[in-house]
């Protein structure tokens, strides 16, 4: 496939040639995200530094009908940046700058290629930081965070992205420039700013960003728990919340993980344990040592067969370096892992991490979990051997069986990463064909053509059709209308 | 104008005689919200029991191309349930029940006339309650509040009705039934579930309602502090917030407030403050206490001429007694009064407040304040007689202008009452064209032909035009597609 007409000189007199990427080797750069299983090359990556560049280019691709699909740092699991065949990449990653820091009114306006540690790294002067803290956060851009609600560690107390986000400015592909939100708790008119964040790109492409900022916690404390069993562990958990205790963190790593991170870091974590829990609380030290006894006493009442508080700074540093190592550390155990992320009712955690095992062994491919128990987000990480053939199929097919559990047990699909290229086949299981119709007209609301990032998200009924999960009646689809994209 | 053919009969069978209402004087019992300013009979009254009837009931409006106005227990403050002419009245009070309240997951199950007090009654015996608490908590239902994202006193620290709901069921125009939002902290898709949140009816009618139970608090403290000017009163409220403090409410009073509480419930405010603040704090004993400690010495650091700590439970009532007697306590002393809710950057609480008394002025009416200082959410009310002709039109005149105060302040034209019929002409003014002509087309995608509640909440462009808002080009508005309806 080749670009309509003038397109290409178009885009470098709107950008500069520096500004267009159209060398195949170059381009190579951008033809996967983290979810490198999925390929494809864009037929030109364009990258614009003004928010007019960014209007003009949406307003150039729907002139010439050229699909277009924004990339922040390519760090997305789910292929949400994924270029699309015919397509090109708009690349964020020249708008990088801290528009302002205001200490008094806690809030920080930045452009979408901001990297997420950057943010907490300039409120550290005022006090002050910025709560959403995804595992990519030194490299993952807060454009991207909108496109995917990211959530990390931490959210289980200060929330995903969505409620850490204030106004964002956004560019339709009619080339328009939306303020979206505001300072306010509420705004009139419908709540088009969390409609678009976790929009995973469809909608716009978001260009400048306001956000909350936190002040530095004065206190934090952290607990290591290690339990005989999963169960003991999940009830722990389930425990905690329903206590009315808020964790900062309250993260689980079965025996694999413990033992993989344990063999790379040295965390010191007991590696004969079933489950290890990490249970941060944060506060006021009052409410910081009122909140740990309870903590301790709850674990102790569902069987903890050891439980240490963390005495200093460094032991604190050593309880999360496991965990934040937790992942790498796998990958020094498998040539490859597939990272998948749904959510379950906290209360199904021992059930549903049962009946991974199972499918593990079903499948034979190893499992190793380390996840965000708190609020019931899974992270299974399979392991698998890229280099054999149908290794990674399998891998990806027991991925699915994963996600289709997390839906029996009443939870969803994603928790952070998105539904991107990889999760539609279960989007048509989580959603009916009435919520999946509503879904795509919205997204003709703000992109007639269906031009930004289509295929992403978002499955067509047609689509759920051929993958068996859609009702057809008559060989008729209901709404053909909602099909062309 | 009459309904269309055999309309009335298919509702009838719908729903049997009893729940339709077409006689004039029952009529007349919808003919307004609590913005009683604005009337308009219906033609017609339904009341269905059941989520299949309300179904039925859009749909048949679709085929007869009936507009068609939902309605919880009406006691909005801004027309939202107002009928229109020609169109019918879709009454929620029938559908009242609690389905389930879930003690372990912390969650309610609700039919939409459920009254928001109902909720926290029924879950009192569990230790929970539902935190949103508009000023008419004893009326209004849960229906009402996810139409206008309600709020409260307790906002602040607990969130609009947007933060504590869960998850909902839709019914379009077309009649499908949608289900919107779940369990977990994020889900897959649009976030549909904030984007019907606050749309004021015009998307599709709630026939369902899962929110969130919190925890009562094991203490609560009140801090009443008294203040020689509203300057005083609004830096203390900027400064409590800025040094990180979230009080559960934390309210303003003025002069004319304090006076006619006082005359009416003698709740012990000193009368001659020009203003007092009620700042009211809760969580666990430990953090109460150093909470309340911190709050008093930055109130005296900014000048408290009177600082008081509630005693005892029945002391921390009689503080709260006034503040909740403030609206019927300023009915005493003026026949009539228009209620505002604008919100401000808190910052500029003062300057704001300065401007309201000149405007007061010059307009010759009286304005008392009481209001969520904490949001910076205003509620000044101008007082009026109705039976004085062209009173309340001055009076609807000094409420526009003082909106455009708050836009002019940084703020926003609603904090928590909705837009209805009220604010349209200031929506012209916080909104570019580019942002209405985005809300529209989301209205379209939900509902095609402009059958739900038309005329609310989104101005049109062509009303914006007449209001003078609006650039108009050689006689002609962008998008005229849009201006159906």
Redesign the interface.
Known sequence: MNLPGDFLQRCRSLLGDANVISEPERLKVYECDALSAYRCLPLLVVLPETVPQVQALLKLCSEFQVQVVARGAGTGLAGGALPVTGGIILGLSKMHRILDIDP???TARLQPGVRNLAISEAAKPYGLYYAPDPSSQIACSIGGNIAE?S?GVH?LKY??T?HNVLQIKLV?MAG?????G???????????L??T???EGL?GVVVEISVRLL?LQTQTQVILAAFAGIAAAGAAVAAII?A?LIPAGLELMDNAAIRATEAFVNAGYPIDAAAILLCELD??P??V??DSERAIALLQDHGATEIRLAQDEPERKRFWAGRKAAFPAVGRIASDYYCMDG?I?R?HLAAVLDNITRLALDYQLGVVNVFHAG???LHPLILYDGAKPGDFDRAESLGGKILELCLAF???????H??GIE?LGQ?CQ???A??L???L??????DPHGLLNPGK??PTLHRCAELGQMHVHQGRLPHPELERY
């Open positions: 008094i009114n806690r609600n959530g959210c929330g995903l969505v339709t328009e420039l939306l303020t979206l505001g300072g306010g708790l509420d705004a009139p008119g419908y709540d088009m969390a409609l964040i976790g929009s909608l002040p329903a009315g506060g006021v009052e409410q040592a009122a959510t009712p209360k609020d019931g987000n009443g939870g969803t699909i994603t928790g952070e998105g539904v999760k989007m989580q959603f009916q009435a919520e119709q509503q879904f007209r919205l997204k003709l609301a703000f998200a978002i």
